[in-house]
């Protein structure tokens, strides 16, 4: 397999999220600005399908991280060398702006009323309130990964949709409050394309530090110190 694949499996994987996630923003309000008042429930729903989609295209490529908050786990714990999860982010967010040009000239309209579907602040949620929901949602979503995907005693077979489900039921619960990024990147695109960088620490900090939490909870809790021996960081 040629060194370089993991990171433009990467790019790839972030691209779709970004493009499917953001562009579900989008495409909400193009529906609304025509007059229709139904909101598409998809919206919401299409970012859990769209993760089970990636994780099984690429897991077996690059581990299928796709959130610099992952990477950022994986390479707390030890699982990854700081130059790998550099240039993992780095691929990230080269994926994340591609998805957001695209949206650009899908839907010019969104750029100055949705911000190409970079999230926002809910009416009424301060920038803790929203850091805080990110946090938790976020630790349970690594957590879930760390479970299904990294224990070396699980089976991977429904890895996927577990984690999919998991990252559905976290949007669905967070979008009212900071927008339901989970993922840095998600909010980093169209936040780069769009000029539109109002709280943006709220969605490094929050989904980082419950990450980072999550991997170590799990490190050292849930991990057997036989099956912690087996593991290397990755190169």
């Known amino acids: ?15 779709l999220i970004v493009f499917i996630g953001a562009g579900a923003v989008c495409a909400e309000h193009s529906v609304k600005m025509a007059g229709d008042k139904g909101v598409p429930v998809w919206a919401i729903t299409v970012f859990g399908f769209v993760i089970v989609a990636v994780v099984y295209a690429t ?9 610099p908050a992952v990477t950022i786990s994986y390479w707390a714990t030890g699982r990854m060398y700081a130059g790998t999860a550099a ?12 998805a957001a040009c695209f949206l650009k000239i899908l839907f010019p309209d969104a ?15 301060g920038a803790w309130k929203a850091t805080s929901i990110e946090c938790l949602v976020t630790f349970l979503f690594v957590f879930t990964i760390f479970a299904t995907a990294v224990d070396k005693r699980a089976s991977k ?9 998991v990252y559905l039921f ?13 993922n840095p990147a998600r909010v980093f695109g169209p936040a780069v394309v769009s000029g539109n960088f109002d709280s943006h620490y ?7 530090s419950g990450a980072v939490a999550a991997g ?3 490190d050292k809790v849930f991990i057997r110190k036989s099956e912690e021996k087996k593991l290397s960081p990755v190169k």
């Open 87 to 98: 240039y993992y982010i780095m691929s990230q967010m080269v994926g994340a702006v591609m």
């Open 170 to 182: 976290g949007v669905s619960v967070s979008t009212a409050l900071s927008g339901g990024a989970l």
């Open 59 to 67: 897991s077996y490529i690059s581990g299928s991280h796709i959130n």
């Open 157 to 165: 077979v429904l890895a996927g949709v577990a984690i999919g489900l």
């Open 1 to 15: 397999m040629n060194k370089y694949s993991k990171y433009i499996a990467e790019i790839l994987g972030t691209l």
């Open 111 to 125: 750029i100055s009323t949705v911000f190409l579907g970079t999230c926002i602040l809910g009416e009424g949620a």
């Open 216 to 218: 170590f909870l799990y």
């Open 202 to 208: 709220v969605w490094w900090l929050g989904p980082v």
